[in-house]
């Protein structure tokens, strides 16, 4: 959510040397003076990011944006906010219908609502960056640069490098691979949903060989009627095909439902969010396909190179 | 037709079967009689192909077991079986029941040996829909669909009254006039009455 903002906003983040968190950072927002007067430079913006409790709202994200970004949020009613004023995001403004709020000490006045591309900053707040400047006592968490062309982004990023010995100057894909919190979030999240999926297919497998084993008397009955291991193998393959593909479609239509869904339960602020891609779901295919197919087809195996008699017996007992 | 030389079976270390040897002929009714343990049910198993026994040699037309390269489509096309339990796949209609045996599309077939067993009005039916007599019956026609050569039956009127007894013995003799060997493991005495040879064992020994 947060990578995805900024990335889509710019080519070149600019932040504090040596801190380990947008949240903490502090850069000069004069700064943009300079960098707008480089060359190829086609726009720059600063931004506070901050965290406050909001009216009766426990934690609402703010942002303070420099005024030639506030048309990034798309007006959903009233006017962009001037000083001492204060844009809600559209699932803020469910639950907050004053025509003032307070946000840390201080008072603001609803100019109106927004709505964003990026589910997340629906449920905050948006400030002129001079307000979220004396709310959070800093200048600007980081300042975002867009080049005319992707070809300038190097040379840019190099000049700007120059400007101050107190930033850090980073393109926003190398900053939002090596950002520690989305590192943290993007390994806990793999690892939590490979565990989960690992559990998962072991269940498949699992749960496959507990079915072809509970029908052991059935293949018995089988190969006694002289049926084939190949035609026992065979029909327990295409079963399993079915089963494991029309469970497979299933999960993926819940899943897609649920994320389709996630954005706007008013109770989550758009904060929680997620995504399928295509290659995901077809690794998810295969792996789900295989682990089945395992889970049957090894217990089939092994039933089929058994006596008739005793299989029958085993499924008696 | 089936020769067993010196077979003995064990389940684990419990021996069941000790040295069995005896011929079947073509067109015998053999009842293979003994009490309850005997091994009666041990050994038409090893004789039917469906179990291996620990040790001996089961030749068929002089030929041993061992050497049939296609041992599914020899049970299929020569042996049929008849269980105590009926054993039908109960998600099975009494007619696929009848044709997941059969070697071909025997569609005429099924239906005339239906009508011959009084089962042709339970054609859609299921095994749970139907009574133990009319269930040994289509269990019958299972074993009779590929006109087999020889019809093991273990208990094939264990769980049947005296009437449906009759009519399966007297199903099973009539098979055996047109020429089909006959193997019966039965602990009732009343298959002496339909038999041609009784083969007795006891504590598995002949």
């Known amino acids: 959510m947060y990578s995805k903002m900024i990335k889509t906003d710019g080519d070149i983040i600019i932040i504090q040397k040596g801190i380990a968190d947008t949240f903490f950072s502090n850069v000069d927002v004069s700064l943009m003076n300079k960098i707008n007067t480089l060359a190829h430079v086609k726009s720059s913006y600063a931004m506070i990011v901050g965290a406050s409790p909001v009216g009766h709202i426990p934690i609402a994200g703010i942002y303070g944006v420099s005024e030639n970004h506030l048309s990034h949020y798309k007006l959903q009613e009233g006017k962009y906010p001037k000083q001492s004023e204060v844009l809600l995001g559209k699932t803020l403004a469910k639950q907050i219908r004053s025509r003032s709020v307070k946000i840390g000490n201080k008072r603001f006045k609803i100019s109106g609502s927004y709505t964003s591309k990026i589910g997340f900053e629906d449920g905050g707040v948006v400030m002129n960056i001079s307000d979220a400047s004396d709310l959070f006592s800093r200048s600007a968490s980081f300042i975002l640069v867009s080049a005319k062309s992707p070809n300038y982004t190097q040379q840019i990023k190099d000049k700007i490098a120059d400007m101050d010995t107190e930033i850090e100057v980073k393109t926003t894909q190398s900053f939002v691979q090596e950002y520690n919190q989305f590192k943290i979030i993007e390994n806990s999240s793999f690892i939590i949903s490979a565990l989960a999926f690992a559990m998962g297919l072991m269940g498949i497998a699992s749960v496959m060989s507990m079915i072809v084993n509970s029908r052991k008397e059935e293949f018995g009955i089988m190969r006694a009627l002289g049926k084939s291991r190949f035609f026992i193998i065979k029909n327990l393959f295409f079963e399993t095909l079915i089963i494991s593909f029309s469970a497979y479609l299933f999960a993926l239509l819940l899943s897609l439902l649920i994320l389709q869904a996630l954005p706007h339960i008013q109770m989550l602020q758009g904060y929680v969010n997620g995504s399928l891609s295509f290659t995901s779901a077809i690794y998810v295919l295969i792996s789900t396909l295989a682990m089945s197919l395992i889970g049957t087809l090894i217990p089939a195996w092994i039933a089929s190179k058994t006596d008739p008699i005793i299989l029958i017996n085993q499924g008696c007992s | ?206």
């Open chain 2, 1 to 206: 037709m089936i020769e067993a030389k010196g077979i003995s079976h064990f389940y684990g270390k419990e021996q069941v079967l000790y040295d069995i040897s005896l011929q079947i002929n073509r067109g015998d009714f053999i009842f293979l009689s003994g009490e309850s343990g005997s091994g009666k049910s041990t050994l038409l198993s090893i004789l039917s192909t469906l179990l291996n026994p620990s040790t001996g040699e089961l030749l068929l037309d002089e030929t041993p077991i061992k050497d049939i390269k296609d041992i599914d489509n020899f049970r299929q096309n020569k042996i049929g079986f008849v269980f105590q339990f009926h054993y039908l796949i109960n998600y099975l209609s009494v007619y696929e029941n009848i044709a997941l045996a059969a070697s071909n599309n025997k569609k005429d077939e099924i239906y005339n040996l239906m009508h011959e067993l009084g089962i042709l009005g339970l054609t859609q039916r299921y095994p749970n829909e139907i009574s133990g007599g009319q269930r040994q019956r289509v269990s019958l026609a299972r074993a009779l669909i590929n006109n087999p050569c020889i019809i093991f039956a273990d208990e094939p009127t264990g769980s049947l009254d005296s009437m449906h007894t009759r009519i399966v013995y007297e199903l099973l003799s009539k098979v055996c006039n047109k020429g089909t060997t006959v193997v019966v493991a039965s602990h009732d005495e009343q298959v002496k009455n339909y038999a041609t040879h009784t083969i007795r064992l006891k504590d598995g020994k002949l």
